[in-house]
């Protein structure tokens, strides 16, 4: 079964009330939906596996089925504790206001300080958005 769509149709949009803290995750927000299509596939390409990669549209998306060949559950193993305190909580609503407004995240899960650095470096190639990186209980811009 080929995972990898040829089109954005197949990305999952975003659900309600999914804001907890995204620990050990590159993120960044993407307002054309082909583009994550070009970044979920260049990230599988640098190595990274369906389950370290979550990909979505819209504030419905985490009630759908995640973008083929990336993980599912979306947002549902964070730290519920930073949603409401701490100046991360800057970054987390952005993120629901961007899934409001319709558009799309990419968030990928890295263990260590060269796959953070290679997510980055994909993600800033398809988005001209912020790309933060998410660690314990602290956020980092990544340039």
Not at 87 to 105: A, N, V
Not at 113 to 130: G, N
């Amino acid at each position: 079964m080929n995972t990898e769509p040829e089109t954005a149709d197949e990305i999952a949009v975003a659900a309600d009330d999914f804001l907890k803290y995204p620990m050990y995750k590159v993120v960044s927000v993407f307002q054309d939906a082909d583009e994550v299509v070009m970044a979920v596939n260049e990230l599988q390409a640098s190595g990274f596996g369906g389950d370290e990669i979550e990909a979505f549209c819209g504030w419905e998306g985490l009630k759908s089925a995640v973008y083929p060949g990336t993980k599912p559950g979306v947002w549902q193993n964070f730290v519920h504790a930073a949603r409401h305190v701490g100046p991360d909580r800057t970054y987390l609503e952005r993120y629901e206001k961007h899934l409001q407004d319709g558009d799309c995240l990419i968030m990928v899960h890295v263990e260590n300080k060269e796959r953070k650095a290679e997510a980055a470096k994909v993600l800033h190639r398809h988005t001209k958005e912020r790309v933060t990186y998410f660690g314990l209980l602290m956020a980092d811009e990544i340039k």
